[in-house]
């Protein structure tokens, strides 16, 4: 999840953050982040497939920006864990492999 520059919340899933990330920076990808403009990478979460991470990305779309931002503090968040505190990720810092959800 991305909180863009201009406060919302983009959710989207990925098989390599690192990539998507530079390509959103470039601005290319989706519409949303070209308008709004990409900001920080604030939430990642893990996915064991590409099936069920398109699943957890309508989930959590559908969420109440609230509940969205609790999962942003929540300690399901492995950036907590990648990097010690949300939103000071790298993109080299922060490498995924298939099947990740972003």
């Known amino acids: ?9 983009y959710t989207g899933i990925t098989t390599d953050v690192a990539r998507r990330l530079k390509a959103h920076n470039a601005g290319r990808g989706a519409a949303y982040l070209r308008q709004n403009g990409p900001g920080e990478l604030v939430y990642l979460e893990d996915a064991p497939g590409q099936s069920s991470a398109l699943k957890r990305e309508a989930a959590i779309k559908r969420f109440k920006r609230r509940k969205k931002l609790e999962l942003i503090a929540g300690a399901t968040n492995l950036l907590h864990r990648e990097v010690g505190q949300c939103g000071s990720a790298t993109e080299s810092r922060v490498p995924m492999s298939e099947g990740k959800h972003a």
């Open 1 to 9: 999840m991305l909180r863009c520059r201009n406060g919302t919340l």
